[in-house]
């Protein structure tokens, strides 16, 4: 059973006819993510078969071919680096969700973007829309750090990050913290948070 949402069912109650979801049949076929629509949507359709309030498409060509079919479109993938989600964006998503999303962040996203707001995480907010900062002087990142700060921008899990490197999760854990050390920050998201506004994640540039 989903738990109730009340600003979010009061939205919900508040669109005429209910909230029309569109698919296209990348999503459909995700056996996961279909079943979270289902908790999440109270009325579903296909992306082709009528008009929708918001569709949710996979991220790449999808995206890039169908981004105007709907008023509101949710866009679904790995878009886990700052350029990713800049794409993204500007192939027409309104938001920006992973294949892992849970039903209730889900529910409240096809709301929210059906009533005109996006939502995206705060280190892409952050990466986008504060003017890049220069690092301190005496920061400096080896290869092999900056190539691990990278991986961690892309998502990947410390078993993936030591498995890459042929070393233990113990030394991963260690060079991870010695890295936020030297970025002065106490853990992941604000580290990336950072990496991303002094250009090291993602493919920014000072506007």
């Not at 999440?40 to 498409?57: F, I, M, S």
Request: glycine fraction near 12%.
């Amino acid at each position: 059973m989903r738990s109730e949402t009340p600003a979010i069912d009061q939205e919900e109650r508040s669109l005429t006819g209910g909230l029309r979801v569109g698919m296209s049949p990348e999503v459909a076929a995700h056996a996961e993510l279909h079943r979270t629509l289902v908790d999440a949507a109270d009325h579903l359709g296909k992306l082709r078969d009528g008009p929708c309030d918001v569709a949710v498409l996979a991220a790449g060509w999808e995206l890039e071919k169908l981004g105007g079919v709907a008023p509101a479109v949710v866009a679904v993938g790995d878009m886990l680096t700052l350029d990713e989600y800049r794409q993204a964006l500007g192939w027409g998503a309104t938001a920006l969700v992973t294949w892992e999303v849970g039903a209730d962040v889900l529910r409240a996203t096809l709301v929210s973007a059906t009533c005109g707001r996006g939502t995206l995480p705060l280190w892409v907010l952050e990466g986008l829309a504060v003017r890049l900062e220069e690092p301190p002087d005496a920061f400096t990142l080896t290869p092999w750090q900056l190539d691990l700060l990278r991986d961690m921008a892309a998502g990947h899990t410390e078993g993936q990050l030591a498995q890459d490197r042929g070393c233990s999760g113990r030394k991963i854990r260690r060079k991870v913290a010695e890295i936020w050390a030297q970025m002065e920050v106490t853990g992941r998201t604000q580290g990336l948070v950072r990496a991303a506004r002094w250009g090291l994640v993602g493919d920014a540039r000072a506007p």
